[in-house]
């Protein structure tokens, strides 16, 4: 979601980042994906997590979902694009993509399992009112970074 952020800016949809810890934070703006003094949070007590309804691996379900089809792809591609792919921090707790309209009121929301890791940016963009941009692809120039 970080490399829409200029264009979310430019429509004037604001981006927020929240972690349950800071491991991998400072690997995380040293990728450009969100810059120091950005609207990054530490939520270590989860709380917003558990009010978005955001699921918990269980042990089971959280070894081997690395190894579904959907999530293997999303892990040998950002290797191949030379990220580290952190493994330290919570591993339980999944998060997802959420978009709220100014009132507080609920436009889209995607809940990492799994199964599936990556949001549908197609229809994120829809529900906020704007276009994806055209030939937008969420890993090209990554490989640089």
Same mark, same amino acid.
């Given at each position: ?12 949809? @604001?981006?927020? #980042? ?5 491991? $991998? ?5 040293? &990728?450009? +994906? ?44 950002? @290797?191949?694009? #030379? ?5 330290? $921090? ?5 998060? &997802?993509? +959420? ?47």
């Amino acid at each position: 979601m970080g490399k829409l952020k200029p264009y979310f800016a430019s429509q004037g949809i @604001r981006l927020i #980042g929240i972690g349950t810890d800071r491991e $991998g934070f400072d690997e995380f703006v040293a &990728g450009g +994906f969100f810059k120091e003094g950005d609207a990054l949070y530490i939520d270590g007590s989860k709380q917003i997590y558990r009010a978005l309804g955001c699921a918990e691996n269980t042990c089971c379900t959280g070894c081997w979902g690395i190894f579904h089809g959907s999530i293997m792809p999303l892990y040998s591609k950002s @290797r191949s694009l #030379g990220f580290a792919n952190n493994m330290a $921090g919570d591993k339980a707790q999944l998060g &997802g993509t +959420f978009a709220f309209r100014a009132g507080g009121e609920e436009a889209y929301a995607f809940f990492q399992s799994t199964r599936q890791m990556e949001c549908d940016h197609v229809a994120l963009c829809h529900s906020l009112g704007v276009e994806l941009p055209a030939g937008y692809d969420p890993y090209a120039g990554l490989g640089d970074m």
